[in-house]
């Protein structure tokens, strides 16, 4: 089992440096088209679709990463019940594994939603970039997610201990 943790430790590298790399390209591109609109009347043309294309790389590489962190919003009305009867473990687990089943439905569907783009041939405006390789991103960066909280809520179950040690550091 630690090594299992050691190797997820290393695979969140990939997709956390990638959403630095989008981050880092889109600040520049926002520069260069904020400077070419200003000074030279020469806005980058594509600068929109780029932005938005950058930004769904920037949130969905990360979304793996964070949701096994468990760095998402989480409202405690229960807290209180399930400490008074020490069911933490149990409250955690169930949420993960819940909200990890429940993820799977989104990934389906944007996958649907991928090889239909695919198969109309869309593409966006400027670069004509096809719009099948973005949405396919988002629907297997959802499905890694939903395998991620599955597997973070079968660690609460089984290993509990090793989550001390924060498995996606």
Not at 5 to 29: E, H, N, Q
Not at 72 to 95: P, T
Request: glycine fraction near 6%; aromatic fraction near 10%.
């Amino acid at each position: 089992m630690e090594t299992l943790i050691r190797v997820a430790k290393v695979a969140s590298r990939a997709p956390v440096a990638l959403a630095c790399l989008a981050l880092f390209v889109l600040m520049g591109m926002t520069f260069a088209d904020v400077i070419g609109r200003s000074a030279f009347d020469a806005p980058i043309e594509a600068a929109t679709e780029l932005t938005r294309i950058l930004m769904a790389v920037m949130v969905f590489s990360c979304l793996p990463v964070i949701s096994a962190r468990g760095g998402h919003i989480a409202v405690d009305l229960f807290d209180g019940f399930f400490d008074r009867w020490h069911l933490n473990r149990l409250r955690e687990a169930a949420i993960h594994i819940a909200c990890g089943v429940m993820l799977a439905w989104p990934a389906q569907r944007v996958w649907v939603l991928a090889g239909r783009a695919r198969d109309y041939g869309d593409v966006t405006e400027y670069l004509s970039i096809p719009v099948f390789y973005v949405t396919a991103f988002i629907a297997v960066s959802v499905a890694v997610t939903a395998a991620v909280m599955v597997a973070v809520g079968l660690v609460h179950l089984v290993a509990p201990y090793l989550l001390d040690e924060d498995i996606a550091a």
